[in-house]
């Protein structure tokens, strides 16, 4: 029961599983939104009719901070952290949630910023000829794939982990 | 892989506003239109459509062009002002026009006639105490790299009486103030564009120096550091002929400006200016593939001052009386 691996033990494991999926998903979105949204808002004092394309291109890389929120509020759930059921979690069990939650931690962050990359380019696309903000969304979504995949295989492994 | 994340974050809101006003710009087919107009009434009504209208309601005569035309980059760099992070690149810009006017003030101070060149309003030096000062001779009051450049160049004159030596001191003076600019920004993009302008920059001089046939000390004394084509190299072509001049720097990106330039024994400098703001627009245009960061800001400036360039032949030739056809001839090309 209080066994550690570098001085935690499975409970706070499970803990710090849940909160860096969902501090590095957030660090992630927030760097790929400031990228999109500052250009846009120099692209919209200009032209304020192309909000609607900038919208969606700026909120893109937002979705994995949503990810990474998901994850970790799971863990919350599946493991009764909020309960107190999680005090009994072992240690091996608190290991697995957490390398569970790695592809998450780690996905979200790098795509985040990525997305923030394509999106910004979208944006400027945007700029010179409103009609491509289509095209510039699909760009962006590319990038988004690997954070969903990583989403998946994250939420199997935590189920997998809650199954014993 | 950090400027990607860098960039946006320092430049994405500046880079956006001048995104939409690039669309904006005139662009071939305007200028087209307005080469092909039929007297400067209706140029004025084509550029009545873009964001040159206003300035020109009251235009005239060529001299109300040339205002016009300074009052809108007085209103751009305004602009810029207000929206760029890095306000080392419009002093990049705007020295150019300081240098200018220290020529202007110093020629007219030893007499020289000026020709078309006037006062700029552009520049960041105060009209009134600088005129005085350099009256005077009291240069004090003059902020650096300024004062040095003008205590060298009045010394210099002095001494030799030759008013070429007023342009030489003080390009050199400005082109190593626009390298250092470029070189702080830690932007190759920059860096290149300026070491392209100083290689232009020397080979009118060679040029010019050929066509009147100085002697070698004139150009060793006259070109400039820092270039692509080193000055050794140009010090060592100026004896000989034109024809391995040529093919010497065949391998450069010059190559085709300085062969198209020749004309017989001599070259032609008409030709060249007309190759130098082509080559420049577009060395430039490679930004206009990178969404997001220093360069786009960089020349999108140059793209403006280019159509200002522009315009002020299109418009004061139409005034002053040539043909379609001439005007086309001197029209460089555009940014967009």
Sequence with gaps: MNETFLWLNGYQWTVLAASLSVIFGGIGSCIGITSAAKMSAGVLAEDPDKFGGLLVLSILPGTQGIYGFITGLLVVVFFGLLGGDGKSIVLAQGMRIFLGCLPVMIMCLISGIYQGVVSTAGVAMVAKRGETAGQGMILSALVETYAVLSLVVSLFLIMAAQAG | ?336
């Design chain 2, 1 to 336: 892989m950090l400027n990607a994340l860098k960039d946006p974050l320092k430049y994405g809101y500046a880079v956006g506003r001048i995104k939409v006003r690039e669309t904006k710009m005139l662009g071939t087919n305007r200028l087209e239109r307005l080469v092909n107009a039929g007297d400067f009434g209706d140029q004025k009504r084509i550029l009545a459509e873009t964001d040159y209208g206003s300035f020109f309601q009251e235009a005239v005569t060529p001299e109300d062009v040339e205002k016009s035309l300074g009052d809108y980059l007085t209103v751009l760099y305004e602009f810029l002002e207000e929206i760029y992070p890095e306000k080392q690149i419009l002093f990049y810009f705007i020295s150019r026009y300081d240098f200018h006017n220290l020529k202007v003030l110093l020629k007219a101070k030893y007499g020289e006639k000026t020709g078309e060149q006037i006062w700029s309003e552009l520049g960041t030096l105060e009209p009134e105490s600088i005129k005085k000062g350099i009256k005077e001779g009291e240069l004090e009051g003059i902020v650096e790299p300024y004062r040095s450049a003008l205590e060298e160049a009045m010394s210099r004159f002095e001494e030799s009486k030759d008013s070429q030596q007023i342009d030489i001191i003080l390009d050199k003076a400005l082109y190593e103030l626009l390298y250092m600019i470029a070189k702080k920004q830690k932007n190759k993009f920059f860096i290149d564009y300026v070491r392209s302008s100083i290689d232009i920059v020397n080979l009118k001089v060679f040029m010019r120096a050929k066509n009147l046939n100085k002697e070698q000390e004139f150009v060793e004394d006259a070109l400039l550091e820092r270039g692509f084509v080193s000055k050794e190299k140009l010090i060592l072509l100026y004896p000989e002929s034109l024809d391995i001049f040529v093919k010497e720097l065949k391998e450069t990106p010059y190559a085709m400006m300085v062969r198209d330039s020749v004309e017989g024994q001599k070259f032609d400098l008409d030709i060249f200016d007309r190759k130098e703001d082509d080559f420049l627009v577009r060395y430039i245009k490679i930004a206009k593939y990178i969404p997001v960061g220093l360069e786009p800001l960089i020349s999108y400036i140059m793209a403006k001052e280019n159509e200002v360039k522009t315009l002020r032949i299109i418009l004061i030739g139409k005034l002053s009386g040539l043909s379609a056809q001439t005007i086309k001839e001197r029209v460089r090309v555009q940014y967009v």
